[in-house]
């Protein structure tokens, strides 16, 4: 769906709907009420991409529509967008028009905007970009007040910067964090504030950090990302051991980490399955080497799986945790790996954050927790 258009008065009954889904998912696994976390009804999304569809002359912006993949929607608005792309839209391509080098093999448009009112945009071609487009895009950046970029194949030209900075408000403090271009960062930053609270929420109730009582409360991540969560989970615990694959990211979470004052957290770049077999001892990794597996006593997994949820040898090892905090954008493989925990833990707490408004997608976390012996 291309989004030229939205009825926002149907929102709430498409969200009732989610909702129903959810519930009818995970009756049979006893989940509680589910906390419900809306999406603002227009301006929520804080990624745009788009195709520049060429005639006439001119450019315009574009989608398809999955059920006519081959016609363009031409677009004069995107009301899904954040308000800043909104308004940033039509005075990019006045502009670009105006200066022939920047619309001359242009095939897409894309947009990063953050709350904290940072803009990233990258013009992506058919053709190799020169110094007459570089010297052109510098002017269109310097007069629209933009991070520019600027990609063809084989080609990336990054004019000051490939990031923007972003300020999220949880639970009265104001998280702060570096996201990069081409990298993962969820979407809907209203909606991600609501999930990173929800988050911070469940973690206090475990018995928050330095529980002298308990026997352990450090905390083991699968697929950090970005420290979209770590950073707000770190101090609720006494120790953290973050785990995740893409080089990008981790540097993301590296930089987000410190900017954040979160000493406590150690990231390794190592996929799932293999942080399972370092901790059960079957294999070693150099990437461990400055990391002491044996000083940690984890008490909580949390993990933000794709959508494909946890594998085999992930869910093997979720099952030996008092505690776990789990998010995820399919709820069809959560209630798959949930069924495949039901014999260890149960469910404690659940929520629903509508990070895609007038789409079938629905993020979910849940709490599981160890069942009584």
């Not at 993962?184 to 928050?208: C, I, K, R, T, Y």
């Not at 077999?277 to 070693?284: F, S, T």
Request: aromatic share 10%; proline share 5%; hydrophobic share 45%.
């Amino acid at each position: 769906m291309p989004f030229a258009t939205l009825d926002t008065a149907c929102y709430p009954q498409q969200l009732a709907e989610k909702k129903a889904v959810f519930q009818s998912l995970f009756a049979s696994l006893d989940a509680p009420e589910p906390s419900v976390f809306a999406s603002r009804p227009e301006h929520y999304r804080m990624r745009a991409e788009f195709r520049a569809w060429r005639h006439d002359g001119v450019w315009d912006y574009a989608m398809f529509d999955p059920a006519n993949p081959r016609q363009p929607v031409l677009l004069q608005q995107f009301p899904v967008a954040d308000a800043a792309i909104c308004s940033l839209m039509p005075r990019l391509r006045a502009v670009m028009l105006e200066i022939p080098p920047l619309c001359q093999g242009l095939y897409g448009v894309e947009f990063l905007a953050t709350l904290a009112g940072d803009m990233l945009v990258t013009l992506i071609y058919r053709r190799a970009l020169d110094t007459t487009w570089t010297e052109a895009a510098h002017a269109l950046a310097e007069t629209l007040g933009i991070a520019l970029i600027g990609r063809s194949r084989g080609q990336k030209i990054v004019l000051t910067r490939d990031w923007v900075e972003e300020s999220l408000q949880v639970n009265g403090e104001n998280l702060r964090y570096r996201q990069y271009e081409g990298a993962f960062s969820q979407p809907n930053a209203g909606v991600n504030q609501h999930m990173l609270a929800w988050a911070q929420s469940q973690a206090q109730n475990l018995g928050g950090k330095s529980d002298k009582d308990r026997l352990g409360n450090d905390l083991l991540e699968l697929y950090c990302g970005n420290g979209n969560f770590t950073v707000a989970l770190a101090p609720f615990f006494d120790k953290v051991l973050a785990t995740e694959m893409s080089k990008v990211s981790v540097a993301a979470a590296e930089h987000n980490l410190a900017r954040n004052g979160c000493g406590n957290v150690s990231i390794a770049r190592l996929a799932s399955e293999e942080i399972s077999a370092a901790l059960q001892g079957v294999r070693e990794f150099r990437r461990l080497r400055e990391i002491d597996l044996a000083s940690y006593r984890f008490s909580t997994l949390f993990v933000d799986p794709p959508r494909s949820g946890l594998d085999p040898a992930t869910l093997a090892l979720a099952a030996g945790f008092d505690n776990i905090l789990y998010i995820s954008c399919n709820p069809h493989s959560l209630q798959d790996n949930v069924a495949a925990l039901a014999g260890s833990h149960h469910i404690a707490a659940s929520a629903i954050f509508d990070q895609f408004p007038y789409t079938a997608h629905l993020e979910c976390g849940l709490l599981l927790q160890k069942n009584p012996a």
